[in-house]
């Protein structure tokens, strides 16, 4: 791992269940770079690795839904940090959303999401994606989960050339 | 404030002390909008409202320091945060770095970044940064500020539509 790697600690990323959908095909992957980046229109950026079958789903169908991770549910993140498998949509109760994507009712909050456009960063791609709906799941109290508490769960310090 | 905004509360977000320069002109603001995009090469992203004289120092320039406040600084957010004027870079001390980008000695960490490319995004510019140098400037034990702690100090639920 580089010194620059190192300092990324510093940055502050939540953690959120990504869910993708292409008519009955579904799937669902652990992402921490998610942000706001517009007020108006409200448009969010997700930077996705563009050899995850995810992906593909996502620019066939144009939806996503961002589900938000509690800090409680390290779990969930590990489950859906795990590679594409036939029974990964198992875990979680997943209702179909306003444009098709599926939410993770136990996520603390949701948003539901078409894609606009994108860019190309590196080894990954920024999608931008506007807003259709959104909602909170869990009672207040609960705190979204920051992914500095994940430590190394998904092995990134290996990924830094 | 639509519904929709009320729910962005739960995504999470860092607060930043963005660093412009172009020759001895210097500006520095305050910004919650960055993430990490790319683990090979290491590269930011940085959504920046371009109307901001700041977003055409860093156009100018090609340079810019994005500079990570600890959980204490509410002070160096308010007053980053404010519009630009002739004494704003007399707060904090600062340091030219490799790129030439101004450092906020008093930051958790730094990151010295070259602009990349970029994307317009809603009201905003999503700018993509190579990382040429990091560091960790505070001691250990300090946490990065999260943009919750700040409330509505930048007035920005006024800026939903």
């Known amino acids: 791992m580089s010194d620059i790697a190192s300092v990324l600690k510093h940055l502050t990323h939540g953690v959120y269940v990504v869910g993708v959908a ?3 095909q579904t799937n669902a992957f652990t992402a921490a770079w998610v942000m706001q980046v517009s007020f108006s229109p409200i448009l ?3 930077s996705i690795n563009p050899k995850h079958s995810s992906y593909q ?3 066939k169908s144009g939806v996503c839904s961002i589900n938000v991770l509690s800090s409680a549910q390290q779990s969930m993140a590990a489950h859906f940090g795990q590679p594409a498998s036939a029974d990964k949509m198992a875990q979680g ?5 306003v444009t098709g994507a599926p939410i993770l009712q136990e996520s ?12 190309s960063a590196g080894d990954h791609q920024v999608v931008i994606c506007r807003v259709r709906e959104a909602g909170q799941l869990s009672a207040e109290g609960k705190r979204a989960m920051n992914y500095n508490e994940t430590g190394d ?4 310090s290996d990924l830094y050339s």
């Not at 109760?93 to 959303?97: A, G, L, Y």
């Not at 603390?108 to 860019?119: M, T």
């Not at 769960?153 to 990134?156: E, L």
């Open 44 to 46: 969010l950026a997700l």
């Open 153 to 156: 769960m998904d092995g990134s």
């Open 108 to 119: 603390l909050a949701y948003f539901d999401c078409e894609f606009s456009h994108e860019i």
């Open 93 to 97: 109760t997943w209702k179909k959303s």
């Open 22 to 24: 292409d008519g009955e």
């Open 57 to 59: 789903l996502l620019k």
